[in-house]
């Protein structure tokens, strides 16, 4: 999500001036993967850390849970992670209307994961020093990030729906992009996962009414070698990337977080 970005009810985006970054969304109908799914949501301040808060599905588990960490030196090639949640319950369902939000209170940058239909919530607070103010620039906010390369893994999810990022508790109506893979024209602060990594072909993300956006799985066929014969269906990348600089994808600039 650029700098200038269109607010509702007027006004645009200015990052410095942000306090609170609010996902709302309906989770995908993910279960059991053979790796972790993350629907992530994504905030870098002014000295360079990123502070991360997502739901996550995991291998051999139906439900999902809360992670959150930080990352200092985002920019640089020694990465420090501070987790601050890791599995954490509430166990929440697929397809649960849900928010999760990253917000500055009394100089402390904190997070809360909120499920709307169970009425329950985790909330907990960063591990950072006095809070910097949010970085200018093409923030990624939210993207979807798996390290599943397995297309069963997708072909039941239905919808991820972002249905409105809130700044300071007003909706971003406009100048949002999808990013992923290799973007000559958008250039975003960080990068959820590995950099490089286009989505895979067997998902799709698009735009629905302003400021929503969503992904599906999408059935791709490729012809194999004809030393092969037959067809078979793509596996792709291991990084989904999603909206808002999307830049999607970002944090760690060209490294995966450590696997959990």
């Known amino acids: 999500m650029p700098e200038g970005a269109q607010l509702a009810e007027g006004g645009n985006v200015q990052w410095e001036a942000v306090t609170n970054v609010t996902a709302s969304l309906v989770l995908p109908n993910i279960e059991s993967p053979d790796g972790i799914v993350y629907v992530v949501l994504s905030v870098m301040t002014s000295d360079g850390s990123v502070l991360q808060a997502a739901e996550g599905a995991l291998p051999n588990r139906s439900g999902w849970f809360a992670f959150a960490w930080s990352i200092q030196g985002a920019d640089s090639r ?3 992670y501070q987790w601050v949640l890791n599995a954490s319950t509430p166990e929440m369902s697929p397809r649960s209307n849900i928010s999760i939000s ?4 009394s100089e402390v940058w904190e997070l809360k994961v909120t499920n709307f239909g169970a009425r329950s919530s985790v909330e907990k607070s960063f591990p950072t020093g006095p809070a910097a103010a949010l970085k200018t620039g093409d923030q ?3 993207a979807l990030e798996s390290y599943s390369r397995t297309v069963t893994t997708f072909q039941s999810m239905g919808n991820l729906t972002l249905n409105s990022i809130l700044l300071n508790g007003k909706k971003v109506t406009n ?7 290799w973007d000559m024209v958008h250039n975003p602060l960080f990068v959820v996962g590995s950099s490089g990594s286009s989505p895979p072909s067997f998902i799709q993300a ?3 009414s302003p400021g929503s956006f969503f992904w599906d799985y999408v059935r791709v066929w490729e012809a194999q070698e004809s030393t092969l014969g037959g067809l078979v269906e793509v596996l792709a990348a291991a990084s989904v990337a999603g909206c808002l600089t999307l830049g999607g994808v970002g944090v760690w600039l060209a490294r995966k977080k450590p696997s959990l």
């Open 206 to 208: 698009g735009e629905g």
């Open 102 to 105: 990253i917000f500055r209170t």
């Open 140 to 142: 990624e906010v939210f």
């Open 175 to 181: 100048g949002c992009y999808l990013y992923g893979g």
């Open 78 to 80: 020694t990465l420090s």
